[in-house]
Nanobody
Framework: LQLVESGGGLVQPGGSLRLSCTTS????????IGWFRQASGKEREGVSC????????FYANSVKDRFTISRDNAKNTVYLEMNSLTPADAGVYYC????????????????????????????WGQGTQVTVSS
């Protein structure tokens, strides 16, 4: 675990949170970064991913038009801005990094640069809990 997530918490339905993913060990700019969530009793889901050149992003249909992934290379941080949150968005959110220019769709689908479909990425974070409840 070399990535550190933060920004999770309890929010009311309709509220917003901004998650951050950073590390002091390497430069995120050269990695595809993805946000994945694990809800209780559900499979891991790729929520949003961005490739290393920032020219391509992917969003799961369930979060499209509500979530925005972005990079701040000066801060070596990737953000996930989450708006209009619903209870369906709750779960533990993890960021992951895979070196190279990966297609964000395939990265979010769990494929690494070797083509393995096992979410076997270079780095993961410890996760941050998001709870959406009134």
């Amino acid at each position: 675990l070399q990535l550190v997530e933060s920004g999770g918490g309890l929010v009311q339905p309709g509220g917003s949170l901004r998650l951050s993913c950073t590390t002091s060990k390497f430069t995120l700019e050269y990695y595809a970064i993805g946000w994945f969530r694990q809800a209780s009793g559900k499979e891991r889901e790729g929520v949003s991913c961005i490739n290393s050149s920032e020219n391509s992003t992917f969003y799961a249909n369930s979060v499209k038009d509500r979530f925005t992934i972005s990079r701040d290379n000066a801060k070596n941080t990737v953000y996930l801005e989450m708006n209009s949150l619903t209870p369906a968005d709750a779960g533990v959110y993890y960021c992951a990094a895979e070196w190279g220019l990966l297609d964000p769709f395939y990265f979010c689908s769990g494929y690494n640069r070797a083509g393995d479909h096992e979410y076997d990425f270079d780095y993961w974070g410890q996760g941050t809990q998001v709870t959406v409840s009134s």
